[in-house]
Nanobody, 118 residues
Framework: QVQLVESGGGLVQAGGSLRLSCAASGSISRINAMGWYRQAPGKQRELVAT???????NYADSVKGRFTISRDNAKNTVHLQMNSLKPEDTAVYYCNAVIGILRYRDYWGQGTQVTVSS
């Protein structure tokens, strides 16, 4: 089994910053990608940022220039630095990892709440 444990959520004023972290542990064969998704009340879960094992990154248009994803492959961790936060960034943020060699499987963290007040 694989576990993803997130940390770093909280309440911040608009314009502020937060840093989310996620650590993967357990029976990990190979992590192909790690990333962050978020889900606001009444909305579908959406991609925020992802990072592949090759170093490629992908961001949602709404967070480009404000959020930065980084990985520590040796520690199986991924971080999301969130700057210039807006009230519309309020959501539960979920860590995701795509793990496997010939077969890939998605794993999810339990989620961490990020609330941005105006």
């Amino acid at each position: 089994q694989v576990q993803l444990v997130e940390s770093g959520g909280g309440l911040v004023q608009a314009g502020g910053s937060l840093r989310l972290s996620c650590a993967a542990s357990g029976s990990i064969s190979r992590i192909n990608a790690m990333g962050w998704y978020r889900q606001a009340p009444g909305k579908q879960r959406e991609l925020v940022a992802t990072s592949t094992s090759g170093g490629s990154t992908n961001y949602a248009d709404s967070v480009k220039g404000r959020f930065t994803i980084s990985r520590d492959n040796a520690k199986n961790t991924v971080h999301l630095q969130m700057n210039s936060l807006k009230p519309e960034d309020t959501a539960v943020y979920y860590c995701n990892a795509v793990i496997g060699i010939l077969r890939y499987r998605d794993y999810w963290g339990q989620g961490t709440q990020v609330t941005v007040s105006s």
